[in-house]
Structure formats: C-alpha cells, structure tokens
C-alpha cells in the first residue's frame, strides 16, 4: 500500500544498534509512527508487559499515533520503548502477593454486601442498587404501599 503523506527518513538509536524507519514527522522532539508503521524493534508499554519486560525508567525513544474507529474518538498517542534496552519485570515478593490476594478478598466481599442490612450474600448485590433481594424487595413494597 502506497500513501500519500509525506515521511521522512529518521535514525533512532536502540541501545548498541540504530533503527532506521520511515516517519510522519516528529512530536515533542520524538518521531511519530502511524498504526502498523513502528519498527519491530519499538514496543508501547503494554506490548512490553505482555512479553515480560518494562520500560525501567527509560525516556521513550518515539510516539505511536492513530484513531480509533469511532468517529468521535481523539487522536491517541502511545510512547514506544526499546524492547532491547528494556529489563525484566521483577516478580512480586510473597508479601505482595498475599497482599493482592486479601485486597480481591476484601473487594469481593464489598460487592456482595448490601447496604441496607449489612449482610454479606452468597451473590453479587446488583450495582444500581448495592442492596440485596430481601432489602430491595422490601423497599419496592413499600414504594408501592405509599403510591396507593
């Protein structure tokens, strides 16, 4: 596919080597790729993430820019690091990890306590209402005893 903007030929230094792409033009000192246009060797921090890496403190090295679909959304600007120069995720600690665990629990344990009796179901209370079936029950009884 052939388009019709304007690119420029940029060199971007990735640790030992030195990339050389096509780009839009630059952004805050930085080149600006459109989607699917970044060199293999530039990842955002969430393609870092998935491979088990992140971005450790480094500056980003370019800017990836696209749409979305949808008509009203903005432009979106994502960093791209160099997937050479990034380090390993640490894995977390065993307090860490119990820490996750008791904070799910006590999230969990938020969702299925109604707020009217206080009391903690088998099931999820509904959002709009944070009240469980009984409550909510009792509540719409009333509604309809004041109405007539």
């Known amino acids: 596919m052939v388009r ?22 630059t952004r805050d000192g930085l ?4 989607w699917g246009e970044a060199p293999a060797g530039l990842l ?8 088990g ?14 749409r979305h ?13 160099s997937a050479v120069a990034a380090a390993a995720r640490p ?6 990890r119990v820490a996750r665990l008791r904070n799910l ?4 344990r938020a969702l299925r306590t109604c ?12 959002t709009s209402t944070r009240q469980c079936w009984s409550c909510l029950e009792i509540e719409m009884a009333n509604a309809v005893e004041v109405a007539a």
Do not use: M, W
């Open 31 to 34: 080149p600006v790729f459109g």
């Open 91 to 96: 894995e977390p600690t065993e307090a860490q």
């Open 115 to 126: 707020v009217d009796c206080a009391q903690e179901k088998n099931y999820r209370v509904p």
């Open 53 to 66: 890496l992140s971005p450790a403190g480094l500056d980003p090295l370019a800017l990836l820019v696209f």
């Open 4 to 25: 019709s903007r304007k690119q420029n030929v940029v060199h971007i230094a990735d640790g030992d080597t030195t990339l050389v792409a096509l780009a839009r033009g």
């Open 69 to 81: 679909r949808k008509p009203y959304a903005r432009l979106t600007v994502a960093e791209l690091y």
């Open 105 to 108: 629990e006590y999230a969990q």
């Open 44 to 51: 955002t921090t969430t393609q870092l993430r998935a491979a």
